[in-house]
């Protein structure tokens, strides 16, 4: 499985309160039909600088409008704090001047590839994507007349950064409305998210405190043993308001975070931030690796790996940090 860290959760909004509004109880029937992956923008997918950015027309349909609007609500990428690298333009050193961007509020910088972009136009492309958009694809890097060649990127009237603006305005527009009538609902919904979220995350380390399993053999809605973390949760509700009503609101739909598989995440998450503790704890000193390894009736070797170190105040401490199958090298990334 793919690690997880524990941020992704408590860092992320709600994922009811990143729908867009086409996805909300009042949007159109065909639109409720999406499912709610299609909806979902990972925040992964918003970059700051813009030449790692993937072109707005490669997002699905579905999620297109969420993208701007998240690039929108970010700002555009302006790093004035950053230290512009010099180069050699026509015999003398010349960089991005931070200025630019009070003048030209579109004006993003790539710190990645020294360049310019133009932010409305990223948004709102026009024409052929692939084509020579060097605000959009390439980034402009003539630093020499750049105050002029930003005014002519912008043109006149009909040009296509004047296209994008217009777009850009309107599009502000509608969510500006839209975003005051809903943002009162994310609030809220962030918070009962989060209620649920750590209740989980109780859960979670109680029961790997404990050594104990976390599904049951029948995990059905009548079965009398659910398994040690459906019951746990069960009780945890049964014995706090809050945490009931957050599990049992009915616009969370699939959002309860207590699927096997956002358990595991949520395990791996919690294995990730115990690896981090027990590496900040060895820092730069000795340690050695206790490996115990056995195999199971299938033949497959399996290691138990545990870290003995002294710590700052002379005590020896040994700390089990996993079990991993085979290879020494697969433990190496392991840790
Ligand atoms: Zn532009």
């Given at each position: 499985m793919k690690n997880a860290s524990i941020k992704k959760?408590?860092?992320?909004?709600?994922?009811?309160?990143?729908?867009?509004?086409?996805?909300?109880s009042h949007a159109n029937e065909n639109n409720n039909k999406r499912?709610?992956?299609?909806?979902?923008?990972?925040?992964?997918?918003?970059?700051?600088?813009?030449?790692?950015?993937?072109?707005?027309?490669?997002?699905?349909?579905?999620?297109?409008?969420?993208?701007?609007?998240?690039?929108?609500?970010?700002?555009?990428?302006?790093?004035?704090?950053?230290?512009?690298?010099?180069?050699?333009?026509?015999?003398?050193?010349?960089?991005?001047?931070?200025t630019w961007f009070d003048?030209?509020?579109?004006?993003?910088?790539?710190?990645?590839?020294?360049?310019?972009?133009?932010?409305?136009?990223?948004l709102f492309p026009t024409g052929n994507r692939h084509g020579d958009e060097v605000f959009i694809n390439h980034g402009f890097r003539n630093w020499k007349k750049a105050f002029e060649n930003f005014r002519d990127h912008e043109g006149g009237q009909n040009s296509r950064h004047n296209h994008a603006r217009v777009q850009f305005e309107l599009f502000k527009d509608q969510r500006h409305n839209l975003d005051n009538v809903l943002s009162q609902k994310f609030k809220q919904d962030e918070i009962v998210y989060r209620v649920r979220l750590t209740a989980v995350v109780d859960v979670i380390r109680f029961l790997s405190k404990q050594g104990l399993a976390f599904r049951g053999h029948?995990?059905?809605?009548?079965?009398?043993?659910?398994?040690?973390?459906?019951?746990?949760?069960?009780?945890?509700?049964?014995?706090?308001?809050?945490?009931?009503k957050a599990f049992n609101s009915k616009s969370y739909g699939n959002n309860q975070l207590t699927s096997p598989k956002i358990q595991k995440e949520i395990v791996n998450a919690c294995a990730a931030e115990v690896r981090k503790i027990i590496v900040n704890e060895i820092k730069d000193k000795f340690f050695s690796i206790l490996i115990d390894e056995s195999r199971d009736c299938s033949i497959k070797e399996q290691m138990a790996v545990v870290l003995r170190y002294v710590d700052d105040v002379g005590e020896v401490i040994e700390r089990f940090v996993g079990v991993v199958g085979g290879m020494l090298p697969t433990l190496v990334h392991h840790l």
């Open positions: 959760y408590f860092g992320n909004t709600p994922k009811s309160s990143i729908e867009t509004p086409s996805s909300s499912s709610r992956e299609e909806v979902e923008v990972s925040e992964y997918e918003i970059v700051g600088d813009p030449t790692l950015r993937k072109p707005i027309n490669d997002y699905s349909i579905n999620i297109r409008e969420e993208v701007r609007r998240r690039y929108i609500t970010k700002g555009a990428c302006q790093p004035k704090a950053h230290n512009f690298p010099k180069t050699q333009i026509c015999g003398q050193l010349r960089k991005f001047q931070k003048r030209f509020c579109w004006l993003e910088y790539s710190a990645s590839k020294d360049a310019a972009f133009s932010l409305w136009c990223y029948d995990e059905s809605i009548s079965s009398n043993s659910r398994g040690n973390f459906l019951e746990l949760a069960t009780l945890y509700c049964e014995r706090n308001d809050e945490v009931n």
